[in-house]
């Protein structure tokens, strides 16, 4: 559960444009270089000089995959009624009206429509800004429309993960969207329709267990945290430290879990190549 | 006697006073007293158990003589036969899984095993299943679809096994196939939420046609000491954090999770292994004959449609 960390970057724009973030520059975590945030921006936030992939937003990450940068947002307004009146030390209800005033969006995922190389698709983007990607009923209503009608119009899917898991305020509802989610891709399979799988940092808890391991293709950013229990969760339980590299991106791809690991300013060609190839 | 829980206190005191009279010589006046006793217990039991709390329900669903999945295979099922592996890497001994009999007709049993003493618990990992158990669990159902036998499913689990082995050997996909699969399952598929449905490592067998629960299990999204340890930041709100996940039994049929709450015996099914087992049956067989009634195609689309309309509850805005 590593979403209430401070997010590493600015909260992304809400608009389709993306503006500059406030700071000039950032440091690189992955070599420590200074990089000015518009060459970070205009790099889709890929660090040049080591490859570093910082988090990307929904918006931006719609705006690399689809065709020309455009799509049409399905279901935009759905937002979460806080079902179960949830209270921890404030009220999540609270707590949601601030991330919806702060991001511009109403929920943790952007679902649209358009063409990726030329063929129909159905993007569904998590944004980590939004209680840490964490998936909700909106989460799983949004992807489960998304599926339906990339079902109804013979269209691919690609589901990007970003996610610390199911939504706690929302309880056992969001733990249930990990089931309708995958009862959605398991009519996707039966209609032989493609279904992209993007995990990027992090994917953990019932997002990794459900949607994000059902692709296709099952495809990583570099350095990717993926897995199913935390860190932390797995260090209390074994009582040791866990080794370097553990959970990455590149230990799944070793592990058989992934089919590829792709660099971001790569990924819309791959994502296209594998369409043309599955998209029958 | 089963173990007393903290808030069976009130229990605890009279159950000692029974104890000293019945050292004492018999007498009339004793035998007397100790019945008074007995009623007075069964009063408070009755009391405590009609208005248990969200934790004191965490409390028995975790009770360490709460009947396991081979406790009610035992009373409910006949000819039952285990059946081991996942054909891929190894036999997971926190699920369980083979052929049996219902009320002569053969069904597939699969459910988290918890041990019932230590040795046992420690075979069992405590219920913590590991990607081979899910994929054990798959293989059967599969086998069960090949061979058009209803599946049964008993779900009291903690968790799914947060350990290396399990990262290592992809316990996220092995649950992930299990939801997606179990969703198109061309068999009836009965659930019953026993003891503790313990967030994906749960549901990970608990997709199907009717979702039973038992009166003081739980099912959660994450136990109330981690969602306490992470939204309070403090571990001690597990309280506080139970009443707030609604795990329990009636908040989770309001929400449209569960589709019958399973009534236990006063104290809970511990108390009387036997009861519970004759009160499953009942409801069991009421659900299994019902969803046997459906043609595979309403079945599978009822199914769908039951796990699609979850959460609709909890949204709000304009269609487009
Ligand atoms: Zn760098």
Redesign the interface.
Request: with cysteine; hydrophobic share 50%.
């Given at each position: 559960m590593a979403w209430f960390k401070k997010a590493r970057k600015p909260l992304p724009s809400p608009q389709k444009v993306s503006r500059v973030p406030e700071g000039l520059w950032e440091k690189c975590p992955g070599c420590e270089a200074i990089l000015y945030t518009k060459d970070l921006v205009a790099n889709h936030q890929v660090c040049d000089k080591c490859g570093h992939h910082f988090r990307l937003g929904a918006v931006e990450r719609l705006s690399l995959l689809f065709d020309g940068g455009t799509w049409h947002e399905l279901a935009p307004a759905l937002r979460s009624n806080d079902p179960l009146r949830f209270t921890d030390t404030k009220p999540y209800a609270e707590r949601l009206r601030k991330t919806i005033a702060s991001t511009g969006r109403n929920d943790a995922v952007i679902v649209g429509s358009g063409r990726i190389g030329g063929r129909d698709a159905v993007v569904a983007s998590m944004d980590y800004s939004f209680i840490g990607g964490s998936m909700g009923v909106v989460v799983g209503e949004k992807i489960t429309r998304g599926i339906e009608h990339a079902i109804a119009h013979r269209a691919g899917v690609v589901i990007v993960s970003c996610s610390g898991g199911a939504r706690m305020m929302e309880g056992a509802l969001s733990l249930m969207q990990m089931a309708k989610i995958s009862a959605a891709l398991a009519r996707l399979d039966r209609e032989r329709l493609p279904y992209i799988s993007l995990l990027t940092d992090p994917t953990t808890g019932g997002v990794t267990a459900s949607y994000a391991m059902l692709g296709d293709l099952n495809i990583a950013e570099p350095g990717a945290l993926i897995g199913f229990a935390g860190p932390r969760v797995i260090e209390q339980t074994i009582r040791q430290k866990l080794p370097e590299g553990f959970q990455r991106a590149e230990f799944l791809l070793e592990r058989g879990m992934l089919d590829l690991v792709v660099d971001r300013r790569e990924q819309q060609a791959v994502i296209a190549r594998a369409l043309r190839f599955l998209h029958t | 006697m089963a173990e007393l829980l903290e808030f069976e206190a009130p229990i605890d005191i009279l159950l000692k006073e029974i104890e000293a009279l019945s050292m004492l010589p018999s007498t009339d006046d004793r035998n007397r007293e100790i019945s008074r006793l007995e009623a007075r217990i069964d009063a408070i039991r009755g009391d405590l158990y009609r208005s248990l709390t969200a934790w004191q329900r965490v409390q028995v669903a975790r009770h360490p003589a709460r009947p396991t999945t081979l406790d009610y295979v035992e009373r409910l099922f006949t000819d039952f036969v285990e059946l081991h592996g996942d054909r891929r890497f190894a036999d997971d001994n926190a699920i369980v899984a083979g052929m049996a009999d219902y009320k002569g007709t053969g069904v597939l049993v699969v459910g988290h095993q918890k041990g019932s003493d230590t040795k046992q618990k420690i075979f069992r990992n405590f219920g913590y299943a590991r990607p081979e158990g899910y994929r054990k669990a798959l293989r059967l159902m599969q086998l069960a679809e090949k061979f058009r036998r209803p599946v049964i499913c008993f779900v009291d689990t903690p968790a799914?096994?947060?350990?290396?082995e399990?990262?290592?050997?992809?316990?996220?996909?092995a649950?992930?196939?299990n939801?997606?699969?179990m969703?198109?399952l061309d068999v009836p598929i009965i659930i019953v939420v026993h003891g503790e449905g313990g967030?994906?490592g749960a549901?990970?067998i608990?997709?199907g046609d009717r979702v039973l629960m038992h009166e003081f299990a739980m099912?959660?999204?994450?136990p109330p000491e981690?969602?306490a340890a992470?939204?309070?930041?403090d571990a001690k709100k597990k309280v506080?954090?139970a009443e707030?996940?609604?795990?329990t039994a009636p908040d989770?049929l309001g929400?449209g999770?569960i589709d019958e709450i399973v009534a236990e015996p006063v104290g809970g099914a511990h108390t009387d292994p036997a009861q519970a087992a004759a009160l499953l049956d009942v409801a069991l067989d009421r659900a299994l004959r019902q969803v046997q009634e459906m043609d595979s195609d309403a079945r599978l689309e009822a199914?769908?449609g039951k796990?699609?309309a979850?959460?609709?509850?909890?949204?709000?805005?304009?269609?487009?």
């Open positions: - | 799914a096994y947060p350990g290396i399990s990262e290592e050997r992809g316990v996220a996909e649950i992930a196939l939801l997606r699969e969703a198109v967030s994906g549901l990970g608990a997709v099912y959660s999204v994450i981690g969602c992470i939204l309070w930041r506080e954090a707030a996940l609604k795990i989770l929400l999770i199914r769908y796990f699609r979850i959460g609709l509850i909890g949204i709000e805005g304009a269609d487009e």
